[in-house]
């Protein structure tokens, strides 16, 4: 049975984190930042659809709520 990895040199865990550090850091600056304004907009886009989102939930709740009351009588 032929292993391969059989040639091949170990590679020591400190080797191993300095590379993936120096490629974390590579890709670090290759990401594109979004600007102040662009953070605000989005953080308001997700809030105004987060109420929305409760208010849909809340109001099934609701109606299963009273469904259920009508139901069981209680």
């Known amino acids: ?5 059989a040639g091949a040199e170990k590679v020591g865990i400190f080797t191993r984190l300095a590379r993936g550090y120096r490629n974390m850091r590579g890709e670090m600056k ?6 102040r304004k662009q ?14 989102a409760a208010v849909v939930i809340g109001g099934f709740d609701w109606i299963l709520a009273t469904i ?3 139901i069981f009588g209680t």
Do not use: D
């Not at 049975?1 to 990895?5: K, L, R, V």
């Not at 290759?30 to 600007?35: A, E, H």
């Open 30 to 35: 290759r990401v594109v930042w979004p600007t």
């Open 68 to 70: 259920a009351r009508l």
């Open 39 to 52: 953070v605000l907009n989005n953080t308001g886009v997700v809030l105004v659809f987060m109420a929305m």
């Open 1 to 5: 049975m032929s292993n391969a990895n």
